[in-house]
């Protein structure tokens, strides 16, 4: 089993910068994929970023190139999501979530952390 914990969320103004963090305890966190997706109210849950578990390889949604940036820190046991240059269309609810290969798609995470709020005013 894997426990996820996200944190680092806030109410920021648009431009300002966020680090966000998920704490894994359980499973071998270096053997997991992580991913970072985004839910805004009434809106259905969105990819964001994902890492492999070496941190080699990483992919990002087009909406977020270039301004976020994933990584992990496996001795920590910890994944984090980088945010600059914030929008406030990037306001949601950010999840973190692992899994067995680096994906896209939600449903190829079997583990989820409970969500961070992250709120961008104008």
């Known amino acids: 089993q894997v426990h996820l914990v996200a944190s680092g969320g806030g109410l920021v103004q648009a431009g300002d910068s966020l680090r966000l963090s998920c704490a894994s305890s359980?499973?071998?966190?270096?053997?997991?994929?992580m991913g970072w997706f985004s839910q805004a109210p009434g809106k259905e849950r969105e990819f964001v970023a994902t890492?492999?578990?070496?941190?080699?390889?990483?992919e990002y949604a087009d909406s977020v190139k270039g301004r976020f940036t994933i990584s992990r820190d496996n001795a920590k046991n910890t994944v984090y999501l980088r945010m600059n240059s914030l929008k406030p269309e990037d306001t949601a609810i950010y999840s973190c979530?692992?899994?067995?290969?680096?994906?896209?798609?939600?449903?190829?995470?079997?583990?989820w952390g409970r969500g961070t709020q992250v709120t961008v005013s104008s």
């Open positions: 890492i492999d578990s070496s941190g080699g390889n990483r």
């Open positions: 979530a692992g899994g067995d290969f680096l994906s896209r798609r939600a449903w190829n995470y079997g583990y």
């Open positions: 359980g499973r071998t966190f270096s053997a997991l994929s």
